[in-house]
């Protein structure tokens, strides 16, 4: 039998879902974040399940656990679970988490404005204001993030050869500048996005493989990011990220904020300090920015920093009891 109540405070980050679950976590093995998203996976994923698909969530669900720190001096973890899969790091995830979790009073700092997470991705620090119990902003000092692979060839139906790089940002995203027979995302309908992302996704993995150089664990492009004119004149470029079956991210995307920016950044096209603002498909912002340079076994990295805000929208108490046949949520493709 399974069964479990689960208390959940339910939001968005700049029209992103997020679901901070507040009840309901299983105990984890492991020293990790990263061992203990391996054991959630294996031993625990009926809850993703049950609470990001349908009946109980939909396509673009997103959310997580806060955990103790794993960490003598971190304040907290966090486990994200979405419709995706159990991700090793989400950005918009994570401002959504924080801005409930301190408006509720679960999440407390140890310094002010300051807080230090660990994430299955590793160590993130993250920068926030409060006025009148009310978080304005949150800034993540994101892990370090990387062009992984560069112009790599595939072929899509419809829109022919497609010359992509892929970059890590906490996932590994297959970026897709306009070329071709794709001008950009100001040309394709929601429902095309949703069309030509899996194939893109399956040709790449079909042809390479991305695995984390510190983490095996990590591993697989997951995501895709399609690039396009802003509809804003202050930002600097638009994306529109699909992820899971046939979800399009209605933030900007922190995650791929992040591996867009390495990317720019190998490319010679983005500076260190440089301010980038990334609009998503509905026309919401994140602020970007390339803190510092480094290395990661031994390639140029960048450690980004991603600003968003995120609002509550309200709360709710989720029962999962296996007499019901669609406990464990469904999908309709």
Same mark, same amino acid.
């Given at each position: ?28 093995s492991g020293q990790s974040m990263s061992e203990k998203r391996q054991d959630f996976l294996q031993n625990h994923d009926w809850i993703r399940q049950a609470l990001m698909f349908e009946p109980r969530g939909h396509d673009m669900m997103s959310g997580g656990f806060l955990y103790p720190p794993t ?41 002010? =404005?300051?807080? $230090?997470?660990?994430? /299955?991705?590793? *160590?993130?620090? +993250? @920068? ?62 929601? =429902?095309?996005? $949703?069309?030509?992302? /899996?194939?893109? *996704?399956?040709? +790449? @993995? ?24 802003p509809k804003n004149a202050n930002s600097h470029a638009a994306n529109a990220v699909f992820y899971g079956d046939k979800a399009i991210d209605r933030s900007p995307c922190g995650t791929g904020t992040s591996a867009r920016m390495a990317q720019l950044f190998t490319k010679g096209q983005l500076a ?9 498909? +509905? ?51």
């Amino acid at each position: 039998m399974r069964k479990g109540t689960f208390f959940c405070i339910d939001g968005h980050t700049c029209g992103n879902p997020v679901r901070l679950i507040t009840s309901g976590h299983p105990q984890l093995s492991g020293q990790s974040m990263s061992e203990k998203r391996q054991d959630f996976l294996q031993n625990h994923d009926w809850i993703r399940q049950a609470l990001m698909f349908e009946p109980r969530g939909h396509d673009m669900m997103s959310g997580g656990f806060l955990y103790p720190p794993t960490t003598e001096d971190g304040d907290a973890a966090i486990l994200f679970v979405e419709t995706s899969g159990c991700l090793p790091m989400c950005g918009h995830g994570t401002m959504g988490i924080v801005t409930f979790a301190l408006e509720h009073g679960l999440l407390h700092a140890k310094v002010p =404005g300051t807080l $230090l997470l660990d994430m /299955p991705a590793g *160590r993130v620090q +993250i @920068n926030y204001e409060m006025i009148g119990g009310k978080v304005q902003w949150v800034k993540i000092y994101n892990v370090p993030a990387y062009l992984a692979h560069k112009s790599i060839v595939i072929e899509v139906d419809e829109l022919g050869e497609l010359n992509v790089d892929i970059a890590y940002g906490g996932n590994f995203y297959i970026i897709v500048e306009p070329q071709g027979n794709y001008k950009g995302i100001e040309h394709l309908t929601a =429902g095309q996005i $949703l069309k030509y992302s /899996p194939q893109v *996704r399956d040709a +790449i @993995n079909a042809k390479i493989k991305c695995v984390h150089p510190l983490d095996p664990t990590v591993q697989g492009a997951s995501h895709v990011l399609w690039t396009g004119t802003p509809k804003n004149a202050n930002s600097h470029a638009a994306n529109a990220v699909f992820y899971g079956d046939k979800a399009i991210d209605r933030s900007p995307c922190g995650t791929g904020t992040s591996a867009r920016m390495a990317q720019l950044f190998t490319k010679g096209q983005l500076a260190q300090g440089q301010s980038f603002i990334h609009e998503s498909y +509905i026309g919401s912002q994140f602020i970007g920015c390339i803190e510092q340079v480094t290395e990661i076994a031994g390639i140029t990295a960048i450690l980004p920093s991603i600003q968003g805000w995120s609002r509550v929208t309200g709360t709710s108490t989720i029962t999962v009891d296996d007499d019901d046949p669609y406990a464990f949520g469904f999908q309709v493709i």
